[in-house]
């Protein structure tokens, strides 16, 4: 059997697609709560974080799409598409790391380990590799 269709693939892909509605979820939710998981410092006035509630908003929406996106390829659609859809959203890890390290210094990995991970997944999936 080729790697492509190993039946694990597509529970990593579900996993991936869940780990990014649940951070859609809470981003959209409960901004202000979930800011911290990003990585980035508090916002320091009323203003700031009113202005970051709305983008953690946006922030979630993308979440969401991009989960719902790896889900509903995973299980409703094609399996290349799947694993295009999880090489795309480890690209969304990787500009998420490169901005919060370029910003504060650290914590890039935080969301490059993860990205890491979804893009092998991804190009297994995609059949690139396997």
Known sequence: MPLSTSPILGL???????????????????????????G????????????MDAIMILFGAK???????ILAATWLGNRKVAGVLLV???????????????FTGEGEWNHWGYGMGMGLVGVLMAGVVG
Not at 63 to 69: K, M
């Open 12 to 38: 990593l892909a579900t996993l991936f697609g869940t780990i990014f509605l649940g951070f859609g979820t809470a981003y959209t939710l409960y901004p202000r709560a979930a800011y911290p998981t990003i």
């Open 40 to 51: 980035l410092p508090a916002p320091t006035t009323p203003r700031d974080a009113e202005i």
């Open 63 to 69: 979440d969401l799409f991009v989960g719902a996106s």
């Open 88 to 102: 795309l959203g480890s690209g969304c890890a990787a500009v998420d790391g490169w901005v919060v390290g370029g």
